[in-house]
């Protein structure tokens, strides 16, 4: 399963910041220890991807490190040269991720990170820099329609699932009049962003949420999303900060039910065919190791699901849709 990084681009902190940088690392050389991840280095997004989603002032802003004193504030990491690469490889890292998962036939690839949901077009927010799955669903949009006049006639439909505990306010107002993607967002009600903006369904926890509660509500969004829209190809934010070891989550997820709960959006997917590409979204477990244990899982669930789609596609002889369309399978269970 291929997976993309950016992680020899370390942001250098001041002391005792608290975004935990160095999960990224344990991350990756995690998965790198194992054969049946392939890790890939990211391109970065260029000038032009990002403007699918992002102002030019802002991707001007961002590249030469001009962005107001309060803007770059509100992002919390101070401006780098090493900042601004990371931030457009990231997007490449998902771009890629869903790229390989869509139209490369693999079904299922990850970005090591990304999920930088709290950014907005005009502007960052909450260690957020780019908006990775905006511009992924954007950029998957613009290729799918190159295609053909068939694919043009029917615009790729994205749904993008984000599972992190924060809400994906940037993602919700960017997309907030695009019928074409669709955006979900379960996190808990009482914790940033305090000033949330409209998905296409929003789910609010309350303080404390357990794996049942949890699993309940996820239940419900599936439903909905299943009940509203047809994707063509999936988003997911599968932030590890719902689990109960978090600082900053607020929720009381076991290990047993984050794991459930991507088994649950895995097998929603693979049911209905639904390529997926995955970033990791947020973690800052009290103990580092504790977010990397869960994130670890959560590509071992990956995992499994990418293997279903490469038996389909050892079964398949000869691709049933167009060339370089959605990889062929047996039809959906809807
Ligand atoms: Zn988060």
């Known amino acids: 399963m291929r997976v993309f990084y950016a992680t020899q681009f370390v942001l250098n902190l001041p002391p005792g910041h608290r975004f935990p940088m160095q999960k990224y690392a344990l991350l990756r050389d995690a998965l790198a220890a194992e054969p049946a991840y392939r890790l890939c280095q990211a391109e970065p997004a260029s000038d032009g991807e990002l403007a699918l989603v992002h102002t030019p002032a802002y991707i001007e802003a961002i590249s030469h490190g001009t962005l107001p004193p309060a803007l770059q ?7 780098s040269p090493a900042m601004a690469e990371r931030a457009r490889r990231s997007v490449g890292a998902t771009v890629q991720a869903a790229r390989a998962a869509l139209f490369e036939g693999e079904g299922v690839a990850a970005n090591v990170a990304g999920g930088t949901h709290h950014a907005y077009a005009h502007k960052g927010g909450g ?7 905006a511009v992924a669903a954007r950029l ?9 006049a068939r694919h043009r006639a ?24 695009d019928a074409s993607v669709f955006t979900l967002s379960l996190h808990g009600a009482r914790n940033f962003p305090f000033r949330k903006e409209p998905s296409d369904c929003d789910v609010e926890l309350p303080d404390g949420c357990g794996d049942a509660e949890y699993l309940q509500a996820l239940e419900w969004a599936l439903g ?5 829209f047809a994707p063509d190809l999936l988003i997911y934010l599968a932030g590890a900060d719902p689990h109960e070891g978090d600082r900053l989550g607020r929720l009381k997820l076991t290990d047993d039910g984050m794991e ?52 389909v596609a050892e079964s398949v002889s000869e691709p049933v849709g167009d060339a370089g369309g959605p990889m062929a399978a047996p039809p959906a269970v809807r």
């Open 73 to 79: 504030r509100e992002i919390g990491f101070p401006w």
């Open 127 to 133: 260690f957020c820099v780019f908006n990775d799955a």
């Open 140 to 148: 998957m949009q613009a290729e799918w329609a190159r295609r053909s």
């Open 154 to 177: 029917r615009p790729l439909q994205v749904a993008i699932v984000d599972l992190d505990v924060h809400q994906g306010n940037g993602t919700a107002a960017i997309f907030r009049d």
């Open 224 to 228: 909905e999303l299943e009940r509203r």
């Open 260 to 311: 459930a709960r991507d088994r649950r959006v895995f097998e929603w997917a693979w049911q209905h065919r639904v390529p997926l590409a995955m970033a990791m979204a947020g973690g800052y477990g009290r103990d580092i190791a504790t977010t990397v244990r869960v994130q670890r899982t959560t590509f071992a669930v990956a995992l499994q699901y990418w293997r279903r789609w490469c038996a």
